[in-house]
Nanobody, 122 residues
């Protein structure tokens, strides 16, 4: 499975961005896709995850309400809509996929990773 993110950029506080992640290859092998973010010097943090089967969504409680994850199965694409962005949201955002169930925000549980897209909020 190959994952390619897009949609990052620079935005002012209070603004919005929509990240996209397109999956290619053996996409039937993954049951969950997630978004993570990382700031240099800190651990990778889970943002949101979605089941590719039934569309169940899972959110980092601290971000719930501002971020929304969605899935377009026909296009093998997962989106992350980010609203009311804050400077502390500045990070590299990564898309990830895994076959297993659960452990939605454990980076070690994910097998496939994209290269990331930078989000900068000023």
């Amino acid at each position: 499975v190959q994952l390619v993110e897009s949609g990052g950029g620079s935005v002012q506080a209070g603004g919005s961005l929509r990240l996209s992640c397109v999956a290619s290859g053996n996409t039937t092998s993954h049951n969950c896709m997630g978004w993570f973010r990382q700031v240099p010097g800190k651990e990778r943090e889970g943002v949101a995850a979605i089941s590719t089967g039934d569309g169940s969504t899972y959110y980092n409680d601290s971000l719930k309400g501002r971020f929304t994850i969605s899935l377009d199965n026909a296009k093998n694409t997962v989106h992350l809509q980010m609203n009311n962005l804050k400077p502390e949201d500045t990070a590299m955002y990564y898309c990830a996929a895994k076959e297993s169930w659960g452990k939605w925000f454990d980076p070690q549980a994910y097998t496939y990773w994209g290269q990331g897209t930078q989000v900068t909020v000023s």
